[in-house]
């Protein structure tokens, strides 16, 4: 099993550009998160899945758009990459439910200049 | 609202000193309790997690962690702490909708 995999690794944008950061988890898990890194921030989430065909906010939504495209895949969209966006992506999945850890993927560190 | 709080943001231990790292949560109802621990350059892993039962909680890595609820709190400790230990250590609580929110984190230097 593959856990969570994240594509691309590193990725560095102009601002302005659009990219699409991938996951896909072979867990068979029905929910799915987006978060960022900052230094002194923790982990913050933007986006979650808690089942296949729904995707609510979360913390830091502004900027990002995401799409839940089957049980298996959760994609996050930059649509116009801004340099507060600098941040290194991770993407989790879990059962469904407070109950459950999350697991996640290796990350994507992305650099808008 | 909910919270987590780690009021160290760094600490730095002596190779076999024990260690213990602090965390306390803001949340209304019986808190699902996590500790996860980051190297450099990878994602998270999962040390140990509180549910309910025994407030004392033992985890992968020799690690454990005591739930207090009338502190609000969920310290990680370690009796020994080797080189390989040297990260950073993130404790969440998870929300009924199963949402983690996470502390600032702790990162965690190991001397010779």
């Known amino acids: 099993n593959a856990g969570v995999t994240q594509t691309p690794k590193f990725q560095v944008l102009k601002t302005g550009q659009s990219m699409t950061l991938q996951c896909a988890q072979d867990m068979n898990h029905n929910s799915m998160y987006w978060y960022r890194q900052d230094p002194g921030m923790g982990l913050r989430l933007i986006y979650y899945?808690?089942?296949?065909?729904?995707?609510d906010k979360g913390e830091v939504p502004n900027g990002y758009n995401v799409s839940r495209l089957n049980k298996r895949e959760f994609s996050l969209r930059l649509e116009s990459a801004a340099p507060s966006q600098t941040s290194v992506y991770f993407c989790?999945?879990?059962?469904?439910?407070?109950?459950?850890?999350?697991?996640f993927g290796p990350g994507t560190r992305l650099t808008v200049t | 609202a909910q919270s987590v709080t780690q009021p160290d943001i760094h600490i730095t231990v002596s190779e076999g000193a024990s260690l213990e790292l602090r965390c306390n949560y803001s949340?209304?109802?019986?808190?699902?309790l996590f500790w996860y621990v980051q190297s450099p350059g990878q994602g998270l892993q999962l040390l140990l997690k509180?549910?309910?039962?025994?407030?004392l909680v033992q985890g992968i890595k020799g690690f454990e962690a005591e739930f207090k609820r009338s502190q609000s709190s969920f310290n990680l400790r370690k009796p020994s702490v080797h080189w390989s230990d040297a990260a950073e250590y993130f404790c969440a609580v998870g929300v009924n909708t199963g949402k983690l929110i996470f502390g600032q984190g702790t990162t965690l230097q190991v001397k010779p």
């Open positions: 509180y549910f309910s039962g025994d407030t």
């Open positions: 949340y209304g109802a019986t808190p699902y």
């Open positions: 989790a999945s879990s059962g469904q439910g407070a109950a459950y850890e999350q697991y």
């Open positions: 899945s808690a089942s296949e065909g729904t995707t």
